[in-house]
């Protein structure tokens, strides 16, 4: 028998409207940003990337440094704000297991879309001079 967690977050509901005014849209960047704040939240988030689950334990292992009380905290924040789905089974010892939601899946491409900016920096811009 497994059991949703009660608190999760479901992702926002709505069509993709263009913000009216740089201001708008720096504020709704600023948004998504802080749903990503924290030391912790995108380590975690890569752990789960390309449909793994994973358990808490495997998260102790696969990210040294990391606290039970950090990881406990990071996780909740993650599965409130909708990127992290909780399954708890009804067993003993009990076991909990997590995975992305799919709104939290596609968040994937648009990280990798950083890495990929972000190996650009110091390169030259195509049609741009020094001079």
Do not use: N
Not at 61 to 90: F, N
Request: proline share 7%; glycine share 10%; hydrophobic share 40%.
């Amino acid at each position: 028998m497994t059991r949703a967690h009660g608190e999760v977050g479901d992702p926002p509901v709505g069509k993709y409207e263009e913000p009216a005014t740089p201001e708008a849209a720096a504020d709704r960047v600023e948004d998504v940003l802080k749903l990503l704040e924290g030391r912790w939240k995108l380590m975690i988030l890569f752990q789960l990337f390309g449909g793994r689950v994973v358990r808490f334990s495997e998260f102790e292992r696969a990210i040294p440094g990391i606290s039970q009380k950090m990881l406990a905290q990071q996780l909740r924040q993650l599965e409130r704000d909708g990127l992290v789905h909780r399954v708890v089974y009804a067993e003993v010892p009990p076991r909990v297991e997590y995975r992305l939601t799919a709104w939290g899946q596609s968040l994937c491409p648009a990280l990798d879309g950083l890495l990929r900016w972000a190996a650009t920096r110091g390169a030259p811009a195509e049609g741009v001079s020094d001079s």
